[in-house]
């Protein structure tokens, strides 16, 4: 979801490169790790380890990846890779063999040009005292430092990194999102233009991991990734996006998104997806010993119906919104999100977690899962401070503003883009989390915002607990409109977002035990220079109710 003036305004390939390959026809003279290294998908015995060789050779070349338990790597165990063209040099080898619960330092050696050590660590195997993760979502680079990924590579302890999304954004060139800024200026997209082809695609993912903070943060802890909209172009579904045009020389969709997704897979420390499944079916899952199990869950290219607009689908009568005829299209069943075929390997993961005991039952989505209506500020502030505050507010915000008043006071919802623009898929989803007894968390990116929500199904029963992160770079409503109390807005209009804050830049650090689930919300202090501090700007807690549900969040 871009979130900018214009948009207030108008309301793969195959195979891991593990083996080896063709030998070096010579020596390599020269060779660099310009995108650092990586390693992702952890289970209790195997991970998958990536980096990206930059060297003048244009022939397939074959090193290996070295891997021990301690910093030095002595005695570490040798695995053969190859980098390939065809693979745009990136390298990846899903190790397995390992022990649960274990740091891993790893590093790969080309002809004697060694790459930067990385550290990884495996998942818990029995019993588990805690996990930590790192939670994070949307950096877009030329907004701002990626402040945030510095913090989070500091961190003493941190298990996982889980990026929710928005790892990279497909826009480009003057005026385009991020650009308008002075960072901006700073910090241009390469390719200077939106990225269409593999070739951009590529080139935008090496922008992006060129970045040391963000090298750093891959280098601390595995990653546990699932894409959002920006890795291909913005608000995909699964026919289409609203940032792509053919009539404006983009071409098709489904090629595009296919150079997309082979360059996502060739540059996220990702596992290859399995034989039978296509490159879509990103939906997998993590289980961390008898503690917690984590469900990516893909809500963007395999399932979901075109989102409805409400300049589109809400019709005007006698000058006033029409909210009936609107909600009979929001409501149709047949509008899907996650689909039946996803509905129900979740279902299946929920309860087989359930089944084998595990506390928690995480959910890793993009998208933000909570009831948000639009915030009634004319209800909520009265007449005469609403009028003064639209008056006091730039001339372009002050129509925007007030229309979003009004879909409030119709209990209409915020964001059409998010579970809210699906609320018959989002029963469907909390009633398998209700039938099988889950202790559910819902984690969600997206929205350049935090929030903490208590979320409900249709009938009142508090399902889940909701951790939203705000974005790393990306701009948050509250940065773009300024002088309206949005966050408070939000909070006293809807009954499930106990707390929320659209400026704030930075990720969650999520802690849970079996007595309860921490989430601190880490905010950095600046992203316009590196020069910054991190705190928690807020934590809440919630616990696991005995049969299933959560309890109510509690401020720390």
């Known amino acids: 979801m871009a979130i900018n003036r214009r948009g207030l ?6 195979g891991a490169g593990v083996a080896a390959g063709p030998a070096n026809a010579t020596k390599l003279a020269s060779a660099t790790w310009n995108h650092g290294v990586a390693s992702g998908d952890p289970l209790q015995d195997r991970v998958v380890f990536w980096t990206r060789i930059t060297s003048p050779n244009s022939l397939p070349m074959t090193g290996k990846l070295l891997i021990g338990t301690t910093p030095d790597l002595k005695g570490a165990r040798t695995v053969a890779v190859t980098a390939t063209p065809e693979r745009d040099w990136t390298v990846k080898a899903d190790v397995d063999g390992l022990k649960p619960a274990t740091d891993y330092y790893y590093r790969f050696d080309f002809d004697g040009h060694l790459s930067p050590v990385g550290r990884a660590r495996t998942l818990p195997a029995g019993p588990t005292k805690d996990v930590v993760l790192a939670v994070a979502s949307c950096s877009l680079y030329p907004n701002g430092y990626f402040n945030a990924y510095g913090a989070i590579a500091r961190l003493e302890r941190v298990d996982a990194v889980v990026h929710l999304g928005d790892y990279i954004y497909e826009y480009g060139g003057p005026g385009s999102y991020g650009q308008e800024t002075d960072q901006g200026v700073q910090r241009p997209h390469d390719p ?8 951009d695609y590529r080139r935008r993912h090496a922008q992006y991991k060129s970045d040391p903070q963000l090298q750093a943060a891959h280098a601390r802890a595995p990653w546990i990734v699932v894409w959002d909209d920006h890795e291909v172009c913005n608000d995909t579904w699964k026919g289409g996006a609203e940032n792509h045009d053919p009539d404006k020389g983009e071409g098709d969709f489904a090629t595009r998104k296919a150079a997309a997704l082979k360059a996502y897979y060739e540059w996220m420390p990702i596992r290859e997806p399995e034989s039978g499944r296509t490159l879509e079916m990103i939906n997998r899952s993590f289980h961390f010993g008898d503690l917690a199990s984590l469900m990516m869950v893909e809500t963007r290219l395999t399932a979901r119906s075109q989102q409805l607009s409400y300049a589109r689908d809400l019709p005007m009568v006698d000058g006033k919104p029409d909210a009936a005829a609107f909600k009979a299209k929001w409501l149709d069943p047949e509008r899907r999100l996650v689909g039946p075929d996803q509905l ?13 005991g595990r506390t928690w039952q ?14 009634d500020f004319r209800a909520q502030m009265g007449e005469a401070k609403f009028g003064e505050m639209v008056a006091g507010l730039p001339e372009e915000y002050r129509k925007p503003v007030a229309q979003l008043s009004a879909l409030g006071a119709f209990g209409l919802p915020y964001n059409l883009d998010a579970w809210d623009g699906y609320p018959v898929d989002r029963e469907r989803v909390l009633g398998a989390c209700k039938a099988a007894g889950a202790h559910p968390l819902v984690l969600a990116g997206d929205s350049h915002a935090y929030w903490a929500n208590e979320v ?12 939203g992160t705000t974005g790393v770079t990306s701009p948050g409503a509250g940065d773009v409109i300024q002088g309206v109390p949005l966050s408070q807005g939000f909070e006293d209009r809807n009954a ?12 969650i650090l999520l802690t849970l035990t079996k007595a309860e689930a921490k989430a601190e919300f880490m905010a950095v202090s600046t992203i316009l220079s590196e020069d910054y ?9 919630v616990t696991p109710v005995a049969g299933g549900g959560v309890s109510g969040l509690k401020a720390v």
């Open 192 to 199: 200077p233009h939106e990225i269409v082809s593999l070739a």
């Open 344 to 356: 129900a390997w979740l279902a299946g993961e929920l309860k087989g977690s359930v089944d084998a």
């Open 9 to 14: 305004l108008a309301m793969l390939g195959a």
């Open 533 to 541: 501090t991190v705190a928690a700007m807020r934590t809440f807690t």
């Open 362 to 375: 995480v959910l890793g989505n993009q998208i933000v899962m909570g009831r948000v209506a639009s915030p």
């Open 496 to 507: 499930e977002v106990v707390f929320t804050d659209h400026s704030a830049k930075g990720y």
């Open 456 to 467: 409900h199904d249709a009938g009142g029963a508090l399902i889940a607990a909701e951790f």
